[in-house]
């Protein structure tokens, strides 16, 4: 099946500074990607819908200004917390469409985001 | 209302006895698809076993099948012969339409906890 990865694995940071997330389809060009969040023991929330060469289309609640979604390749999208507060950590995932021939979205393995 | 439940919390069972895990979901469109997905502690999430909404068969993956009662509006998910490496989360997910490129939406989950 496809694979995309997700760097980094894990990061921790100071409450104020920016944190960037990136997406990867490794064999297989990816028009959508999706960003979920995962709070503990809770379900995934979709964030934002990331189409190459395009806005990303936010969902309800989700801040477009602290949460900076670019597509700007095939293969590439990138999640940036801005000025990050405690109450942002929590486990983002992102997944990626694939046309043809697998026509299937395929999941990342996550980012865990802790902010002191 | 919620697109998709999941009543169950946590269900425990024994090694190599089956369990079902419950679903339903709530949509008016006619073409959609049901999902199940196993998240370990590691966070990743691992493809189960999907279900088109015009799919006639139940499906089956190996020791997982999918109870599918469309007139009820459920997806419960059945593992035969549990295995001690199941113990996980599982997730029921919905994707509403036609399209393979939409966002999935997710019940809370249910964690599985399995004993030898």
């Known amino acids: 099946g496809a694979v995309v990865s997700q760097h980094p694995s894990r990061v921790i940071c100071k409450s104020g500074t920016s944190v960037k997330i990136e997406c990867r389809s490794l064999d297989f060009q990816a028009t959508t990607m999706f960003w979920y969040r995962q709070f503990p023991k809770q379900s995934l929330m979709l964030m934002a819908t990331s189409n190459e060469g395009s806005k990303a289309t936010y969902e309800q609640g989700v801040e477009k200004d602290k949460f900076l979604i670019n597509h700007a390749s095939l293969t590439l999208s990138t999640l940036t917390v801005t000025s990050a507060h405690p109450e942002d950590s929590s486990f983002y995932i992102c997944?990626?469409?694939?046309?043809?021939?697998?026509?299937?979205?395929?999941f990342g393995p996550g980012t865990r985001l802790t902010v002191l | 209302a919620q697109k998709i439940t999941q009543t169950q919390p946590g269900m425990f069972v024994q090694e190599k006895e089956a369990v079902t895990l419950d679903c339903t979901y709530d949509t008016s469109d006619q073409s959609y698809g049901l999902f199940w997905y196993k998240q370990p502690s590691s966070g990743e999430m691992i493809f189960l076993i999907y279900?088109?909404?015009?799919?006639?068969q139940n499906a089956t993956e190996g020791r997982y099948s999918l109870n599918f009662q469309k007139a009820r509006k459920s997806a419960n998910l059945v593992i035969s012969a549990s295995q001690l490496g199941d113990s996980a989360m599982y997730f029921c997910?919905?994707?509403?339409?036609?399209?393979?490129?939409?966002?999935?939406?997710f019940g809370k989950g249910t964690t599985l906890s399995v004993s030898s």
């Open positions: 279900q088109g909404s015009y799919d006639e």
């Open positions: 997944s990626a469409y694939s046309g043809a021939p697998y026509n299937e979205q395929f």
């Open positions: 997910a919905m994707r509403e339409g036609r399209q393979a490129g939409t966002a999935l939406i």
